[in-house]
């Protein structure tokens, strides 16, 4: 009787292992699955962040392009142009306020108020200057050649309006002496002609 229990009891425990040998399987088949399945993942994952640390760095190079300032920018006429209206103004300026000042027609009030307008007008041109020299210059700004030729042409547009306000400006001054000195030289005609009349 013993002997029919014991193998009953070794055909369980096999059973058992034989049981455990295919949960075993399938555990190392699930593993197998999973492993695989990481890996597609983190290929995927591996190759995204590949792509798009390539498309960052397209961009950080198109980015650090435009920080560069190309030589048809660097040569573009219109750089001379503004840095010449600039030399006329200061020059026009000068010589203006030189010849109101000498003519001793203006009163002092008068001459500081041109002085104050040829003062703001100098300081708004030479940020002009300022503002063409950040557009030319690289690692300044971040624009493509068009916007830097647009800048330097708005630049340009505005130093020009600059040298025109000006010259207008000169002119009602130089108008303004013009009849100045017709009414100094009307008051001693008479003064001349009733002193030559009343001796």
Do not use: C, W
Request: net charge positive.
């Amino acid at each position: 009787m013993a002997l029919p229990l014991r193998s009953s009891g070794q055909s369980t425990e096999i059973q058992q292992l034989i049981l455990n040998a295919e949960k075993l399987s399938q555990f190392k088949n699930i593993l197998r699955d999973m492993k695989t399945g990481y890996d597609i993942i983190s290929n995927g994952y591996n190759t995204i962040r590949n792509i798009a640390e390539g498309n960052f760095s397209l961009h950080t190079v198109f980015l650090d392009g435009l920080m560069l300032v190309s030589p048809e920018v660097k040569k573009y006429g219109r750089i001379a142009d503004i840095i010449s209206l600039q030399g006329r103004i200061n020059s026009e300026y000068r010589s203006a306020l030189s010849h109101f000042r000498s003519s001793a027609i203006f009163n002092s009030g008068e001459l500081e108020y041109m002085a104050n307008v040829y003062g703001r007008l100098l300081n708004q041109s030479k940020d002009n200057l300022e503002d063409l020299l950040l557009v030319i210059t690289s690692s300044q700004l971040r624009m493509s050649d068009e916007e830097r030729l647009a800048q330097i042409d708005r630049i340009y547009n505005d130093i020009q309006d600059k040298l025109l306000f000006l010259r207008k400006f000169n002119e009602s001054g130089n108008v303004l002496l013009a009849q100045r000195k017709r009414e100094i030289n009307d008051i001693k005609g008479i003064s001349q002609f009733f002193n030559g009349k009343n001796p």
